[in-house]
Nanobody, 111 residues
Framework: QVQLVESGGGLVQPGGSLRLSCVGS????????MGWYRQAPGKQRELVAR???????VYADSVKGRFTISRDNAKNTVYLQMNSLIPEDTAVYYC?????WGRGTQVTVSS
């Protein structure tokens, strides 16, 4: 069965950086589009970024220029490098593949 396991969240000050990781199993990782979503309290889950099997990327306008999605197919891992974090980035971040979701990792940006 498909499993997605996120890691790397935490508490960071505004302007700081974090790198999230998501390891996938039970799937042919290298050919599939992988995505990062986030959900803040009281808000709907929203797309942050996604990357296709060929490496094509899409970003939400709110994170363009600050976040970078990448993948290492040899490790079945997708990353989200988050720089210049702002309080509005505070949310639970979820890894996604098709209909499957990880359990999420909390990112809190606060001084």
């Amino acid at each position: 069965q498909v499993q997605l396991v996120e890691s790397g969240g935490g508490l960071v000050q505004p302007g700081g950086s974090l790198r999230l990781s998501c390891v996938g199993s039970g799937m042919i990782f290298s050919i599939n589009t992988m995505g990062w979503y986030r959900q803040a309290p009281g808000k709907q889950r929203e797309l942050v970024a996604r990357i296709s099997g060929s490496g094509t990327t899409v970003y939400a306008d709110s994170v363009k220029g600050r976040f970078t999605i990448s993948r290492d197919n040899a490790k079945n891992t997708v990353y989200l490098q988050m720089n210049s974090l702002i309080p509005e980035d505070t949310a639970v971040y979820y890894c996604n593949y098709w209909m499957y979701w990880g359990r999420g990792t909390q990112v809190t940006v606060s001084s």
